[in-house]
Every structure is written in C-alpha cells, then in structure tokens.
C-alpha cells in the first residue's frame, strides 16, 4: 500500500513538470506569432506610407502640369520657376489652385521645381499630330517631391517631361 502512494506522488509531480513545459512552449509561440504580426503591421504601415507619398507628388505634377501659368515660355534652358520657398529659382510662384495641395506646400510637405530643358524652340517631335510648320515647341521638366521622414512618412519625388506647342508668330 505504500508503494502505491508513494508511486502516486511521483506521478503527479512528473505530470506538473510535463503541464508546465507544455505551457512555456505554448507561451513561446504566442509571443513568436505576436512579433511576427507586429512585422508585419510595420511592412504593412510603410507600404502605406510610400504609396500616399508617392500619390500626392503625383497629384501636384499632375496639377501643375493641368495649369498652362505652370509652364510659360519664357527664359532660356535652364530657367526655373518654384513653389514657394525652394532655392536657387528664377520664379518661386508656380501656380497651385487645389487647397490642399497648396496647404501641404505651406507646410513645407511637398515642392516643385519646373526647368526648361533642350533648345530654346526647336519643331515638335513627329508622333505630335499637328502642322509642323505653324508651331515649335518648349520642353520642361517638372520635380515634385514630397518629403515627411522626419514624421515617419516617407520621401518619394516624381520627375516628368512636359513638351509645350507654341503656335508660330
């Protein structure tokens, strides 16, 4: 009979030590599934934030680009017109009527640059179907960037060519 008990006792003493293991790893993997989740949600954020930066450089090349003041035929090759603010500019008044994109630029969120590149007129490229004599054309292009690293947001610039037609005088 004692043999018994005392066989008991050690029986359930291994059963605790198997129950507790079995609880350690338990807990070893939710953690490990915790920080695997918690990657990705980080991945996921910076993805995230890429693309709206990406977009809202877009969306002001694309604004300036809508706006023939944006682009004028005046200067030589190198002549540059900005938002407010930037350096090194000829002009610094492009022309931006969407509010929050103009908001943005007051913030200092987002800039552009507008340079005329190539000669001063040359003819239009051939694919442009239009009377080649009776117009020449004016090239810029167009740098918008977007810069919120510093609010973890990211950074992401946007470089277009623009060709203007200028009818003949």
């Not at 450089?57 to 900005?82: E, F, K």
């Not at 603010?85 to 969120?109: K, M, Q, Y």
């Not at 020449?136 to 919120?148: E, G, K, P, W």
């Amino acid at each position: 009979m004692k043999k018994l008990a005392a066989s008991r006792q050690r029986q359930r003493g291994a059963i605790l030590v198997v129950a507790l293991m079995f609880l350690v790893a338990i807990t070893l993997f939710t953690i490990s599934s915790m920080r695997s989740s918690n990657i990705g949600l980080f991945m996921a954020q910076n993805e995230e934030s890429r693309i709206a930066a990406e977009q809202t450089a877009q969306a002001l090349a694309d604004a300036i680009v809508a706006s023939p003041a944006s682009t004028p035929v005046v200067g030589s090759p190198g002549y540059t017109a900005c938002t407010p603010g930037e350096s090194g500019c000829n002009r610094n008044d492009l022309p931006v009527t969407d509010p929050v994109l103009a908001d943005a630029i007051a913030n200092g969120h987002i800039q552009a640059r507008v340079e005329r590149t190539g000669a001063v007129f040359r003819p239009p490229p051939r694919v442009v179907e239009t009377s080649i004599d009776k117009f020449t054309s004016a090239s810029f292009r167009v740098v918008t960037t977007f810069d919120r690293v510093d609010e973890g947001l990211g950074h992401e610039q946007v470089v277009e060519g623009v060709l203007v037609l200028v009818p003949k005088q």
